[in-house]
Protein backbone atom coordinates (compact mmCIF):
# COMPACT_ATOMS: atom_id res chain seq x y z
CA UNK A 1 0.00 0.00 0.00
CA UNK A 2 1.46 3.25 -0.91
CA UNK A 3 -0.25 6.70 0.30
CA UNK A 4 0.63 9.43 -2.60
CA UNK A 5 0.90 12.63 -1.39
CA UNK A 6 0.52 15.95 -2.84
CA UNK A 7 0.36 19.28 -1.02
CA UNK A 8 -0.62 22.20 -2.82
CA UNK A 9 -2.07 25.73 -1.19
CA UNK A 10 -5.47 24.59 -0.02
CA UNK A 11 -5.10 20.96 0.57
CA UNK A 12 -3.50 17.78 1.33
CA UNK A 13 -4.84 15.06 -1.91
CA UNK A 14 -4.05 11.51 -0.65
CA UNK A 15 -3.95 9.06 -3.32
CA UNK A 16 -4.34 5.32 -1.62
CA UNK A 17 -3.16 3.11 -3.98
CA UNK A 18 -2.19 -0.35 -4.70
CA UNK A 19 0.07 -3.21 -6.77
CA UNK A 20 2.53 -1.58 -9.14
CA UNK A 21 2.64 -1.95 -13.28
CA UNK A 22 -0.51 -2.68 -14.59
CA UNK A 23 -1.43 -4.08 -11.60
CA UNK A 24 -1.64 -0.65 -10.13
CA UNK A 25 -4.85 0.45 -8.82
CA UNK A 26 -6.54 4.12 -7.13
CA UNK A 27 -8.29 2.70 -3.59
CA UNK A 28 -9.61 5.87 -2.49
CA UNK A 29 -8.72 9.36 -2.61
CA UNK A 30 -8.65 11.68 0.23
CA UNK A 31 -8.38 15.99 -0.02
CA UNK A 32 -7.82 17.34 2.94
CA UNK A 33 -8.98 21.01 2.95
CA UNK A 34 -6.79 23.08 5.20
CA UNK A 35 -6.22 26.75 5.44
CA UNK A 36 -2.52 27.78 7.33
CA UNK A 37 -3.40 31.07 9.02
CA UNK A 38 -2.38 29.82 12.76
CA UNK A 39 -1.11 26.94 14.38
CA UNK A 40 -4.37 25.69 15.30
CA UNK A 41 -4.95 25.12 11.55
CA UNK A 42 -1.42 22.88 11.45
CA UNK A 43 -2.20 21.09 14.48
CA UNK A 44 -5.67 19.67 12.64
CA UNK A 45 -3.72 18.92 9.56
CA UNK A 46 -1.49 17.03 11.50
CA UNK A 47 -3.89 14.94 13.67
CA UNK A 48 -6.34 14.38 9.97
CA UNK A 49 -2.78 13.11 8.45
CA UNK A 50 -1.95 11.22 11.50
CA UNK A 51 -5.84 9.29 11.39
CA UNK A 52 -5.36 8.47 8.03
CA UNK A 53 -1.32 7.45 8.11
CA UNK A 54 -2.19 5.43 11.24
CA UNK A 55 -4.49 3.14 8.96
CA UNK A 56 -1.91 2.02 7.03
CA UNK A 57 0.67 0.94 9.92
CA UNK A 58 -1.51 -1.84 9.81
CA UNK A 59 -0.12 -3.29 6.52
CA UNK A 60 4.09 -3.78 6.90
CA UNK A 61 4.57 -2.40 3.48
CA UNK A 62 3.14 0.83 3.39
CA UNK A 63 4.39 4.02 2.20
CA UNK A 64 4.25 7.49 1.48
CA UNK A 65 5.21 9.01 -1.53
CA UNK A 66 5.58 12.71 -0.86
CA UNK A 67 5.70 14.75 -4.21
CA UNK A 68 7.93 17.60 -3.46
CA UNK A 69 7.31 21.51 -3.40
CA UNK A 70 9.00 23.43 -6.32
CA UNK A 71 11.53 25.52 -5.80
CA UNK A 72 12.26 27.06 -9.69
CA UNK A 73 10.48 29.19 -12.28
CA UNK A 74 7.01 27.51 -10.94
CA UNK A 75 7.29 27.72 -7.05
CA UNK A 76 5.23 26.47 -4.66
CA UNK A 77 3.08 28.58 -2.49
CA UNK A 78 4.33 28.66 1.22
CA UNK A 79 0.88 27.24 2.87
CA UNK A 80 1.87 24.50 0.33
CA UNK A 81 5.58 24.46 1.63
CA UNK A 82 4.02 24.02 5.45
CA UNK A 83 1.58 21.83 4.35
CA UNK A 84 4.50 19.45 3.09
CA UNK A 85 6.34 19.88 6.35
CA UNK A 86 3.32 18.83 8.21
CA UNK A 87 3.07 15.71 6.12
CA UNK A 88 6.49 14.43 7.56
CA UNK A 89 5.34 15.29 10.59
CA UNK A 90 2.59 13.30 10.26
CA UNK A 91 4.45 10.28 8.45
CA UNK A 92 7.25 10.13 11.38
CA UNK A 93 4.64 10.17 14.15
CA UNK A 94 2.95 7.47 12.30
CA UNK A 95 6.21 4.84 11.62
CA UNK A 96 5.79 5.27 8.12
CA UNK A 97 8.74 5.57 5.63
CA UNK A 98 8.71 8.72 3.34
CA UNK A 99 10.26 8.81 -0.16
CA UNK A 100 10.09 12.44 -1.60
CA UNK A 101 9.29 12.66 -5.06
CA UNK A 102 9.87 15.07 -7.77
CA UNK A 103 7.80 16.71 -10.30
CA UNK A 104 10.77 16.50 -12.56
CA UNK A 105 10.66 12.92 -12.41
CA UNK A 106 7.22 12.00 -13.45
CA UNK A 107 7.75 12.31 -17.13
CA UNK A 108 9.73 9.19 -17.18
CA UNK A 109 7.86 6.92 -14.71
CA UNK A 110 4.83 7.88 -16.08
CA UNK A 111 6.37 7.16 -19.87
CA UNK A 112 5.57 10.80 -21.28
CA UNK A 113 5.41 10.81 -25.11
CA UNK A 114 7.90 14.21 -26.06
CA UNK A 115 6.47 17.20 -24.93
CA UNK A 116 3.58 15.66 -23.36
CA UNK A 117 2.99 17.04 -19.90
CA UNK A 118 2.80 14.72 -16.78
CA UNK A 119 0.01 15.79 -15.65
CA UNK A 120 -1.63 14.71 -18.72
CA UNK A 121 -0.65 11.54 -18.97
CA UNK A 122 -1.78 10.77 -15.75
CA UNK A 123 -5.72 11.34 -16.48
CA UNK A 124 -4.26 9.59 -19.69
CA UNK A 125 -2.98 6.27 -17.63
CA UNK A 126 -5.16 6.65 -13.97
CA UNK A 127 -8.61 8.14 -15.22
CA UNK A 128 -9.20 7.45 -18.75
CA UNK A 129 -13.06 7.11 -18.08
CA UNK A 130 -13.68 10.08 -15.94
CA UNK A 131 -14.44 7.43 -12.97
CA UNK A 132 -12.77 10.17 -10.55
CA UNK A 133 -15.22 13.13 -11.15
CA UNK A 134 -12.84 15.45 -8.66
CA UNK A 135 -10.14 14.52 -10.71
CA UNK A 136 -7.62 17.72 -10.30
CA UNK A 137 -3.69 18.59 -10.58
CA UNK A 138 -3.17 17.40 -6.76
CA UNK A 139 -5.04 14.17 -7.26
CA UNK A 140 -2.75 13.48 -10.70
CA UNK A 141 0.25 14.30 -8.48
CA UNK A 142 -0.73 12.24 -5.45
CA UNK A 143 -1.23 9.43 -7.54
CA UNK A 144 1.37 10.02 -9.69
CA UNK A 145 3.75 9.97 -7.47
CA UNK A 146 2.51 7.06 -5.75
CA UNK A 147 3.10 5.39 -8.99
CA UNK A 148 6.53 6.31 -8.88
CA UNK A 149 7.22 4.93 -6.11
CA UNK A 150 5.21 1.50 -6.50
CA UNK A 151 7.64 0.80 -9.35
CA UNK A 152 10.76 1.17 -6.94
CA UNK A 153 9.24 -1.33 -4.50
CA UNK A 154 8.99 -4.50 -6.35
Known amino acids: MIFGVSPTKDAVVIAHTAG????????????????????????ELLQRLVAIFDRGRKSRRATIALLGSS???????????????????AAAESGLPIVR??????????????????QARAVERFNPKGRFENWSQGVAGATAAAFKVAGRTT
Not at 76 to 85: G, H, L, P, T
Open 20 to 43: SGEAFVIKSITSIQFHARSGDDLT
Open 101 to 118: VTAASLKKALGCATGQKW
Open 71 to 89: SGRFKSSIEAIKAEAITEL
